[in-house]
């Protein structure tokens, strides 16, 4: 049986303070979350809009959702009375429609640019090139109800820790790059979110500032 309050007080005393650590619920119940939050856990991410609706009100209100999986436009106006934060931004339809309904209900919602690093097609993300070019445009400047909080990656399913330091290293540039460019004057832009179960010690190395981890807090996955 997996010690769930142990796993989170084992991993608290490997990262540093300032890392947020968001424990990645999906397929887990909620007596799950329930023993992990009371472990002093409020922070969790999941992959699905139907899931965490499932799940939410189930669980103490103030839990902070963070999606992280690919949003549909369509499931937007579900999650956007109450997400904490939607790691997963990949196209900037899906930013303006936020935008929209987070208008709608009077909140703004911090948001993550994904960016695509990996060597794989069936992760999405901005490559950086599309990013800038949604940055200058002059309806992205008119967004009053997103805020961008930084940058969201995921490396590579690979054994090969040289190319997943690699991938991380060239989120960080990215930020580097973007905050430099279009961000000096925004306090919050200071997220890089990156590094799972398998691989958050590189990501750690590498500046990450939020962690995404399942396994190790929760067991293996309860593949539906």
Known sequence: MTD????????????????????????????????????????????????????????PHDIEWHLIGHLQSNKVKF??????????????????????????????????????????DT????????????????EFKKLKNVRINGLMGMATFTTDKSQIQREFRFLADCFKTLKNRYFAGSPHFK???MGMSGDYEIALKEGSTMLRIGSLIFGERNNK
């Open 4 to 59: 769930i309050s142990a796993n989170i007080n084992s991993l608290k005393s490997k990262i540093p303070s300032s890392v947020k650590l968001v424990a990645v619920s999906k397929t887990k119940p909620v007596s799950d979350i329930l023993t992990a939050y009371k472990s002093g856990q409020k922070c969790f991410g999941e992959n699905k809009v139907q899931e965490i609706l499932s799940k939410k009100d189930h669980l």
């Open 79 to 120: 999650v956007v009375p109450f997400i904490a934060m939607i790691q997963s931004v990949d196209s900037y339809r899906l930013l303006s429609i936020i935008n929209s309904e987070a208008l709608r209900v009077n909140r703004i919602i911090d948001c993550l640019f994904q960016i695509h690093i990996a060597e794989e």
């Open 123 to 138: 992760k999405f993300g901005f490559s950086m090139n599309e990013l800038c070019e949604v940055i200058e445009l002059e």
């Open 191 to 193: 997220e890089i979110s």
